[in-house]
Structures are given as C-alpha cells and as structure tokens.
C-alpha cells in the first residue's frame, strides 16, 4: 500500500468532528453490550443452559458474546460508512473541500476508512471488556478478537463506502439494513449455529462476511482456534475488504471528479 | 504573451457529460496577475470549465494548461498550488471558524505550526477575527463566503479560482467580498471567477469572456466589450399603459430593444434621443438616460429578440 500520510490528512477531519461527540459514542459502546449480553447471554442463556442442548457445547453467554461483538462491528461499520459518506458528498460536501486540495479519492477514501476503522476499534475493545467482565473470554487468544473485529468492519465499510458513493438520496440506506444487515444479525450464527437452518439458508450464510466473523471470533475468545479453518474465514473478510476498497475507489473517483 | 506568464491555456476545450455538451471546444490564455473572469447564463459552461482548469473534472477533448501543467497528469501538484472558492460552501459548519481553516490548512500538510499565525492573519484579511471561536453553522452568508476565501488562501495560491463568488449575497456583504478580492489582486493574485453578475464582472476583470451555450461568444476588457457591442449611451423608456406600435421608435437609433417593461434605445447621445422619443408625441412615463453597461452587452450576446 502506498503512502498514508495524504490520508491521514483527510482523517483528521473526521477525527476533529468526533471530537466533539466521542464522550457519548463511549457509553453507547459500553451500555450496548452491556443490555445484550444481561439480557440474552445472562437471561435467555439460563434456560438455554438447562436445556442440556447448549451449542457447541459451552454456555450460552460464552457463544453468543463473540457473536454478538462480530454484530456489533458489522452494523458500528456499516452505518459509518452509509449516512456519513453520502452527508460528505451531498450535504456538507467536505468531500468537495478535500478534493480541492492535493487530495485524491483515494486518501479522501482511506481517511475516511480509517475513522470507520477507529470506531469500530473503539466500539470492539469495549465490547471485548464487558464480554470479560461477564466471564466469557475464555483465553488469551480473546484479545485477538479486536483486530478481527476491525476486519469485519472493512468488510462491511468498503463495499457500503462503495455502494453510498453511488446514490443520488439516503432512501437507499434503510432497505440495506432492513433487508441485508437485520437479517445478517440474526442468522449468521450469531445466535445459533447456521446448520440448525434449512440447507439453502445454511449455504447462505456461508457467503456472508458476517459468518466468517462470528466464527473466528467464537474461536478465539473460546480459546479454539483451528488453524485452517481461521486462516480460511481471515481470507474470506480480507477478500470483501479488497474487493470493497477497489470498488470503492472507482465509485469516488466517478462521483468526485466527473 | 511568453510561455511562462500563461498560468491557464486552453486549446478547442470540451467537456461532454453523455450527450450533453457543457463545453464545446474554447480558447483561453489566462495571464499572470490578471483578473479574468466567466460571464455567462446558467448552464453556459462556466461552472464546467472551472471544474476542469479546478483538476476535478477530466478534460473530454482538447488542451488544457494550468500552471504549466497537464491537469491529467499532475492534478494533485497543480491543485497544491491552486485556491478554490466553490459555488457552494465546502465548510464544516459543526466546527469553529478557527478549525475550519486548520483543517484545511492540514489538507494541504501545512503543519500546524505554521498555520497558526497563518489563520490568525486569514481571519484577520476576511474581518472574521473577532468569530474564530465560533461555531460556523449560525454565521451569516457573507461571512461563510468570507470564511471560504479565507481557506482558499491557506496554501498561498498562485491562482484563486471563484465560482460565482457572491451569489446570493446582500449588498453590502458582496462589497466586502469584492474588497477583500480587489486586494488580493493588487498583491498579485491571480483571480479567475465566474459570475453572472455584471458590476461584479465590471468591478473585478480585467478581462473577461462571456460564454453562452458552450461557447466563448466575445472576449475583452468590460470596456472594449462594451465599445464593440454597445453603444456609448442607452435610454430606457417606459410607457404607462399601451405602447407604442412596433416601429414606432424605429429609427431613432441604431438599435431599439424591446423587453417586457420597457424600451431599450442605443444611442451615441442619450439626451438628444429622450428629446427624439417626446417630440414622436409618444410621452413616456419615465425616461432614463445612462452610460451602458456590460448587462446590454450581455443581453445582447445571449440573447433577447433583438429590433435591430
């Protein structure tokens, strides 16, 4: 990858808005998986658990937890990179402001990336600490989880950042999370293993990035890490991220200097 | 003109978007130090034409030279040394006034060093001290357009690009602006703007060109443009009720222009031609004779059914 200090530049613009909200954004990370895990690991876990059916054959509260930190990167990023990037082009058009300048698309593109990725950074660290308070980080390799969530966040942000660039309104953002993300959220095996799902489901959610996530960080903050298979659900998020990225680049280049 | 004064060259420029033809192959040498300026209607082009010498809009055909430099090639090195005050403002209105300079000083990778008696002296030159702390969402138009000349300064531009700089605009607040940019030029600015204003074209060109679908339909100074396509004088007529039958004013000038509410006479001698109007026994409700303006040089290059 070439030079980051041009969009490092463009970064400082986000990082000076959030300046001004981040206090607020901390608790809402912290209070989030907070009300989750008390809710469905702590409450729904506890007749789970009796049910002497629990999945993969640990605790409840330690299944869903890393699920559940895997959502959470995915929607924290998705939404990152819809509403703001189409607000940048369309609205406060700070995207304008930075191409006027020795910017490119490409750094006003990976700035902006690079605050979606210091949300979700923050967001996961933080959800990565309650889930420890609750007890459910069974190992070390738990720490890693954090990074993974970044990983699918880009997954999920690049190609949004691509898909935002290309619309004219954002009407076309709640159909996105209606109809993709909800669903993403609850049947990728965050809940439950995909293999309970009908077979077509099952594949399904195979292809989704969300899955891959949620599998590699069940196994790392379960301490089970299976080599093959991790390496194979990594390849997988950097994929989207590359292909996103790529996409991305094209859709601001197109919209910004047209 | 040798090579090096031309900050701008341009050479049978065209921009097409799809079908629609914005700009269709036109000429331009823009010197060093020099106000130039875009007159034209909406959709003439003008907008188009700086978003390419602006390195943000790919040339569709032709030549074009912005500082030397082939925009395809060197965008981001041209734009390093460029100023660009947008038709809409490009401000971060959630902050201050003070970090909307700093911020885009940093675009640039001015350290924040040296922008700091930079902005204090910007804010200074657009008379915004006083609100450099201030949120930028509740200040006043003029003083966001004010604030956006102010960014577009930070890098020290060679050549400021204004895209319909006081648009919108009251009149005292378009006063301040057109001060604060008739003093960049004595510093030596280069000022190429675009406005559909002509006291502003007045005020600020040196020279200027006026564009119509496309197209450069005359170039020169406000005056030679208005020596060439206008006469020294105009009276403006208005009747009270009916007007006179066509042709009833013919005649008495070399060009007669009738527009919705009044009549238009060119004329080398404004008084002797109202006296001309009267002694026809057609008494106008109000005459005014006055020096013409480059609007009738406008009016009458893009066009208005024309008497002749």
Redesign the interface.
């Known amino acids: 990858m070439e030079s980051l ?2 969009p490092l ?2 970064y ?2 986000w990082l ?2 959030y300046k ?1 909200v981040w206090r607020g954004t901390i608790g809402t990370s912290l209070l989030n998986p907070l009300l989750y895990l008390a809710a469905l690991g702590v409450g729904l876990g506890t007749i789970v658990d009796r049910s002497q059916n629990a999945p993969a054959g640990v605790p409840y509260l330690d299944f869903i937890a890393p699920g559940l930190l895997a959502a959470a990167a995915m929607q924290t990023a998705a939404v990152e990179a819809s509403w703001p990037v189409m607000g940048a082009i369309k609205w ?3 995207y ?9 698309e490409r750094d006003v593109l990976i700035g902006h990336q690079l605050f979606v990725i210091t949300r979700v950074l923050t967001a996961s660290a933080a959800y990565l600490l309650v889930v420890a308070a609750f007890g459910a980080v069974n190992s070390w390799l738990g720490l890693l989880a954090v990074p993974v969530a970044v990983l699918i966040g880009t997954a999920f942000s690049m190609p949004m950042a691509a898909y935002a660039a290309t619309r004219e309104g954002d009407s076309s953002f709640p159909p996105i999370f209606r109809f993709l993300i909800v669903p993403m959220f609850l049947f990728s095996g965050t809940f439950f293993p995909v293999s309970q799902m009908p077979l077509a489901f099952e594949l399904a959610a195979y292809v989704t990035p969300i899955w891959h996530g949620v599998e590699l960080c069940r196994q790392l903050t379960l301490g089970e890490a299976e080599l093959p298979a991790a390496l194979g659900h990594l390849v997988y998020l950097l994929a989207w991220t590359l292909g996103g990225f790529l996409a991305a680049r094209r859709a601001y280049r197109r919209r ?3 | 003109m040798s090579e090096t004064d031309g900050l701008i060259r341009a050479r049978g420029l065209v921009k097409r978007f799809g079908d629609l033809v914005a700009v269709d192959g036109i000429d331009l040498d823009v010197r060093r130090g020099e106000a130039f300026g875009f007159l034209g209607p909406n959709g003439a082009g003008k907008s188009s034409t700086m978003r390419m010498i602006g390195c943000v809009s790919p040339v569709t055909a032709g030549t074009l030279r912005v500082l030397g430099l082939d925009p395809a090639a060197d965008g981001p090195e041209i734009r390093a040394r460029l100023g660009v005050v947008p038709q809409q403002d490009t401000l971060d209105t959630e902050l201050t006034v003070w970090e909307n300079v700093l911020i885009y000083g940093r675009y640039f990778g001015l350290s924040r060093r040296e922008l700091r008696p930079k902005i204090d002296e910007l804010l200074e030159f657009v008379q915004l001290s006083e609100r450099s702390g201030d949120k930028v969402e509740p200040l006043s138009g003029g003083m966001k357009r004010r604030l956006t000349i102010a960014r577009s300064l930070v890098n020290d531009p060679e050549l400021l690009l204004l895209d319909e700089p006081t648009t919108g605009l009251d009149p005292q607040a378009r006063h301040v602006v057109w001060d604060r940019l008739f003093r960049l030029k004595q510093r030596g600015v280069t000022l190429v703007l675009t406005t559909h204003y002509m006291d502003e074209a007045e005020q600020l060109c040196d020279r200027l060109v006026v564009m119509d679908h496309g197209r450069i339909v005359a170039a020169g100074s406000p005056r030679e443009l208005i020596e060439r396509y206008a006469t020294r004088e105009v009276v403006e007529v208005r009747f009270e009720d009916e007007r006179p039958d066509n042709g009833a004013l013919s005649g008495l000038a070399a060009r007669v222009e009738e527009l919705p509410d009044r009549v238009l006479i060119y004329t080398s001698d404004g008084d002797a031609t109202a006296a001309a109007v009267s002694d026809r026994g057609l008494p106008p409700h109000s005459t005014l004779v006055r020096r013409s303006s480059l609007e009738d040089v406008f009016l009458h290059l893009t066009g208005r059914t024309l008497i002749d």
């Open positions: 200090v041009q530049r463009a400082e613009h000076a808005q001004r406060t058009r700070t304008y402001a930075m191409t006027a300048t020795p910017l490119t910004l200097f047209r």
